[in-house]
């Protein structure tokens, strides 16, 4: 992180609050308006949170404070269970492809350690006519990977990517409410908007392409995919599929040259192996599993050399229903499963007490959360009465409903190498069970997960994570227009007054009336079960603690990462850095 830019994206792995756009994340490891009136105007009550904490366990946290002096070179190893798919972050929905896409590329605008948003490549900004008009004052400074210098046109180029309907991306509704885009000059770039929308300055955190590259070509076959120039502050070396990403500081990024010469991408498909491998001194950063946090990490030579921190993360884990499937388009269906799933049962039991209830799509700390939703007290005998109401009964008396002379009987789809996930998955199927469902789970890599079930919707029902942006706006998760197969809406949930909701909730800078938007959908969510949500979680990072100056902030750990270093005689990997 480079700063958060959260968009929403599924993701491999625990949130670890890095910049990220809209996206899916894989769970196991993972922005300045100027002034109040504009954060007012544009993020609209993003409420500051508790910022994470070192865990108090760790006897090394005074080492990670001691005063030494900064020093360029090294090279940090960080963890992934998954693979990235795409470098263009445009076209990407996962968070390995944005988090490497981050480094690499920048934005206009990003979310500071504090969640405010703060100039990027924009150096400042001016808003007139009511909100609608956001002028954009363009850093001189900047260049592209290659060269090139950064100006207004790359920014246009990116717009009209972005409103092209041949692009797939599922983050181009955003741009669709400018209503025009003008470059003033070299570095003077004007939107203008149709009316009132909330996310409009955040929403260009979007990393901005370079059209010199890109300009007349069909983005969808460019080499950027795998081999990215940005204006970040990393440029991109290489990518092994399946193995690793790496990525080389760039010394002439406009914020100063990152203290850290090398991020290296691990892909390490399995939690426990990655564990391994962080003790091995194979990485040096990962996101811990409640066991890892709370069992493994307890012993003198861990504590000696690594820190580890503990905070609510910036996302939640499902159960996702097909709501094209007949069997799920009941809602008494959806509810009775709600029922039947013991959801502190799953926290107790497979995230040890680090994690919380989840009741909808955001967290207790933010200020869309409605806490008086309909709840669902587990109830097997609840489960059974609705499912009963629905048509499904136990005729042959084998334990298992049928209706129509079929057994009620799906399989459950997650990503490897997420054990939260797999045990929560065994915990559902057995009390799905003694509701008299049969259900199977099936365990998936992250790239062909993708790829094969969730953008072809062949699937049943999938646990899954989202990550949670600091804006409430929900639109490309949940819009009834966001259902086609590079779309975030990969449940097909449609419901009319839900997008009538979302358009209001995103076209108004009111507070007040964004939260009675958000309130009344969480509402029609709890009722309609699209989702069963299961739990936000507790991001639990681990870094080796030859790392410096990591401050713990609302934003999470990585939020300054260019300014991370090794003490020039704890460096490790000298040879890579010269």
């Known amino acids: 992180m480079r700063a958060a830019k959260f968009k929403t994206f599924l993701s491999c792995r625990r949130v670890n609050l890095r910049t990220k756009v809209l996206s899916y994340e894989p769970a196991a490891i993972s922005a300045v308006l100027i002034g109040l009136i504009i954060l007012i105007t544009f993020t609209l009550g993003c409420t500051q949170k508790e910022a994470p904490k070192e865990d108090s366990g760790v006897k090394n946290k005074e080492a990670s404070h001691v005063k030494s002096e900064p020093a360029y070179g090294d090279a940090i190893i960080e963890g992934s269970i ?36 703060e100039g990027v490549l924009a150096e400042s900004w001016d808003v007139s006519d009511g909100g609608l008009v956001i002028t954009f004052h363009l850093r001189k400074d900047v260049s592209w990977h290659d060269g090139k210098p950064f100006t207004a ?42 009316k009132p929308f909330a996310p409009g300055l955040i929403s260009w955190s979007i990393g901005i392409l370079p059209s010199h590259l890109l300009m007349g070509k069909d983005i969808t076959k460019s080499s950027l995919a795998r081999n990215p120039i940005g204006t970040g502050s990393y440029k991109f070396k290489e990518w092994k599929t399946g193995e690793k990403i790496v990525l080389e500081s760039n010394h002439n990024y406009f914020e100063g040259r990152p203290y850290i010469d090398r991020f290296i991408y691990r892909i390490i498909p399995d939690s426990a192996t990655m564990f391994l491998e962080l003790k091995a001194g194979g990485i040096d950063w990962m996101g811990l599993a409640p066991f890892q946090y709370k069992r493994q990490t307890e012993n003198a030579k861990i504590k000696k050399n690594f820190n580890k921190f503990k905070y609510l993360s910036f996302s939640y884990t499902y159960l996702g229903f097909n709501l094209l499937d007949p069997r799920f388009k009941d809602k008494r269906v959806r509810q009775a499963i709600s029922y039947a799933i013991n959801k502190q049962e799953i926290i107790d039991g497979v995230l040890l007490g680090l994690g919380v209830i989840a009741t909808g799509p955001y967290k207790p700390d933010m200020w869309a959360y409605n806490p008086d939703v309909k709840k669902y007290e587990f109830s097997t005998d609840k489960a059974k009465e609705l499912l009963n109401e629905a048509g499904w009964k136990n005729t042959d008396k084998d334990g298992i409903l049928e209706k129509n002379g079929k057994k009620f009987e799906f399989t459950i789809l997650t990503n490897q190498g997420n054990e939260e996930r797999e045990k929560s998955a065994q915990i559902i199927q057995r009390r799905l069970k003694d509701a008299g469902i049969s259900v199977k789970i099936r365990i998936v890599e992250w790239s062909a997960f993708l790829k094969e079930f969730i953008r072809t919707r062949k699937f049943e029902a999938i646990i899954l994570g989202w990550n949670i942006p600091p804006d409430p706006d929900l639109f490309d998760v949940w819009h009834s227009s966001k259902t086609g197969p590079d779309e975030l809406n990969h449940v097909t949930f449609k419901n009319a007054e839900v997008d009538r909701l979302l358009v209001k909730g995103r076209g108004t800078f009111d507070q007040e009336e964004r939260k009675k938007c958000y309130f009344r959908i969480q509402e029609i969510f709890a009722e309609e079960q699209p989702y069963v949500f299961l739990y936000v979680p507790d991001a639990l990072p681990i870094v080796n603690a030859r790392f410096k100056n990591i401050n713990p902030a609302p934003a999470g750990i990585s939020y300054n990462f260019i300014k991370w270093y090794v003490p020039k005689n704890e460096q490790k990997y000298v040879e890579l850095t010269q």
Do not use: C, W
């Open 82 to 117: 998954g693979d990235a798919s795409n470098l263009i972050p445009e076209l990407a929905s996962d968070s390995a492809s944005h988090e490497i896409a981050d480094l690499v590329y920048g934005g206009l605008v990003r979310y500071n350690k504090d969640l405010i948003t």
């Open 153 to 194: 046109d790359d920014v246009m180029y990116t717009y009209k990517v972005m409103i092209d309907p041949k692009t797939p991306t599922a983050y181009g509704g955003d741009f669709l409410q400018v209503k025009k885009a003008e470059v003033l000059d070299k570095y003077t770039f004007r939107v203008t908007y149709k």
